[in-house]
């Protein structure tokens, strides 16, 4: 596909040059230019920063008649549209939010024979809920005007992934409808049952698909476990690092933000907050000043993120546990698309996952959406979707509690992309390490762990069995006649630290359950270890043991 003999190649490179004022092509964009002019169905994948637009909007350009973009959000849609305008290529949007009239001028535009939008960008809800778009669509096709549909942040079709979102589930009508039409599909993220999940729902034929290396070079992974000091060490960190350069701090709840902001602010840094249920105007409006440098820091839920464009963001903090790997890679790419030395920072503590837990089960996360607050799709959907956001949530969990391997090979591996961690050059907290690491197995440790939980009747937490198991004489422990089990202190010889890594790995691998309990007199959160039998024979049965490289590794 990276020909030069194709008969628009010509044209690419002037139109590249002259009205995108790009001097070169980046790494895929001719080869996706050039498969979907030839009118196959193509699925790109490229990090964020990559430049997917380019690869839809020069076809657009010089292909006659008029190329259907489906976006998710109404403000990135209308940032794309301004730049569009901005280099002179006719463009447009409709969104049920418009004016009628308005709606109207571009309908009748449409219709006309001379219609002059290259492009027209569409919410994937104005496809799955308005009849009229899709009349208009079929006239467009019927009068071969109808050039190309291109599918943005495709990822959103699975449920499989991150960022589910339900109207793009109704976008296979698409294909049904005009089944000769090129589609292209674009993500900055997905795994490979993601890929297949959007292939198959959008129904693409013979798809071709491009992706690229996910590792990002120049940012800097690190995982610091999270303690009372936390927003201490956090000023610290950018006082020593960052001073004044702008960064994001990912924060879990709408309240985390504010109080993190707030502690910011009294130790002298420029920041401000930014979740869902501030009014639009006040959103923006941070934004603004974050994208002017008036402050320099926001601490946001993911609500904040799609669609930002600054490329000079050089610190990406996680105050909190991001619910998926896949999310935090793309909360992670928010820096450093200058390519410039950029730092990623999460903070981890296992507690926060039974928060995150609690939240997801409770449906109260909120979405990297600009316009839809909290988002209960998890209580309505509850079951198969409840499942996967559990089971992402646990390797994010594991992600955090490795701490031998390259946190880029462990995101790599995520999205099924084989790297060489050498190349890794000691820019993640786990290279810098000098890893001298034995093998061990520690079957018999997850044997005894399983056994403790029994033993105390399946009714604590956590922390409480590991403190059981490593022979504490807490007053806890005194008081539920602990002690007397026979494993109390079976653990000694272990640290806490791996004596903890064996215990979450038990609960990764669903051999141990956590539940969330709800504590009556204050409203927090807790969470009881269960034992899950059918899990738990192949342990003791199946002859398969474990091993400390299975604990550490994804
Ligand atoms: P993505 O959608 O993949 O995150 P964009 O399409 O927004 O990325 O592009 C990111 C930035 O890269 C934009 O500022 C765009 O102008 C720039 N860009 C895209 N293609 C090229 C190119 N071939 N040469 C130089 N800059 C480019
Ligand atoms: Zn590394």
């Known amino acids: 596909w990276s020909s030069l003999d194709f008969p628009w190649t010509k044209k690419l490179e002037v139109n590249n040059k002259k009205v995108f004022g790009n001097h070169s092509f980046r790494p895929n964009q001719r080869e996706v230019i050039n498969a979907t002019m030839s009118g196959c169905d193509v699925f790109v994948l490229m990090p964020t920063g990559g430049g997917k637009s380019l690869t839809y909007q020069l076809p657009a350009l010089i292909c006659p008649g008029i190329t259907l973009v489906i976006s998710p959000l109404v403000s990135l849609i209308q940032d794309q549209i301004m730049h569009l305008l901005q280099a002179n290529i006719p463009a447009s949007y409709l969104s049920a939010n418009m004016e009628w009239t308005e709606q109207q001028d571009i309908l009748r535009e449409l219709n006309s024979d001379h219609c002059k939008y290259k492009l027209l960008y569409v919410t994937p809800e104005k496809v799955a809920r308005s009849d009229a778009l899709l009349r208009q669509l ?61 292939v198959q729902a959008l129904g693409l034929v013979n798809c071709i698909v491009f992706r690229q290396s996910f590792n990002r070079p120049n940012l800097r992974y690190s995982v610091v476990p999270k303690t009372k000091k936390c927003l201490e060490e956090i000023d610290k960190f950018i006082r020593e690092n960052h001073f004044d350069e702008c960064g994001i701090i990912y924060c879990l709840s709408r309240m985390d933000c504010e109080k993190v902001s707030e502690k910011l602010q009294e130790c002298g840094h420029k920041s401000a907050f930014y979740h869902g249920s501030m009014d639009p105007a006040q959103r923006a409006y941070v934004q603004k000043q974050w994208s002017k440098d008036e402050i320099n820091i926001i601490c946001a839920t993911v609500a904040f993120g799609m669609g930002i464009n600054k490329p ?69 959907n509850s079951g198969r979707i409840l499942e996967t956001n559990t089971e992402n949530l646990l390797r994010m969990v594991s992600y955090c509690e490795n701490d031998v391997d390259c946190r880029r090979l462990l995101q790599l591996v995520h999205f099924g992309e084989k790297f060489d961690s050498s190349t890794c050059q000691k820019t993640c907290d786990n290279c810098l390490k000098i890893t001298s690491f034995i093998e ?11 056994e403790l939980v029994k033993l105390t009747g399946q009714k604590f937490s956590s922390s409480h069995v590991l403190e059981v198991y490593r022979g504490s004489l807490s007053q806890m422990i005194k008081k539920q006649r602990h002690e007397t089990v026979h494993l109390h202190g079976a653990g000694k010889h272990l640290s806490k630290g791996e004596a903890s890594r064996v215990l979450h790995h038990l609960v990764v691998e669903d051999i141990l359950k956590e539940e969330v309990k709800k504590s009556d007199v204050y409203g927090s959160v807790s969470s009881i270890l269960k034992v899950n039998e059918p899990k738990v024979r192949n342990l003791f049965f199946g002859g398969q043991g474990i091993n400390m490289s299975d604990v550490l590794n994804l």
């Not at 928060?355 to 909120?366: A, C, N, P, T």
């Not at 061990?440 to 399983?450: G, H, P």
Request: charged share 20%.
């Open 440 to 450: 061990k197995d520690v079957t018999e440790i997850a044997k005894q762990l399983v």
């Open 138 to 198: 079929e006239s467009l096709h019927i009068r071969d005007l109808l050039a190309r549909i291109v599918i943005d942040e495709a990822h959103c079709v699975s449920q499989w992934g991150h960022d589910f979102r339900p109207d793009y589930q109704g976008l296979g009508i698409l294909k049904q409808k005009f089944p000769n039409t090129p589609v292209l599909a674009l993500t900055a993220t997905a795994t490979a049952s993601v890929k297949e999940d959007v």
């Open 312 to 380: 000079d963001v050089r610190f990406v903090i996680h105050h909190s546990l991001p619910k998926s790997i896949e999310g935090y890679h793309q909360e992670c790419g928010r820096a450093g698309r200058d390519g410039l030395h950029s730092s990623c920072v999460l903070y981890y503590s296992y507690s926060d996952y039974i928060r995150v837990k609690h939240m997801l089960s409770q449906g109260v996360m909120e979405q990297n959406t600009m316009t839809s607050g909290y988002s209960r799709s998890n209580t309505t």
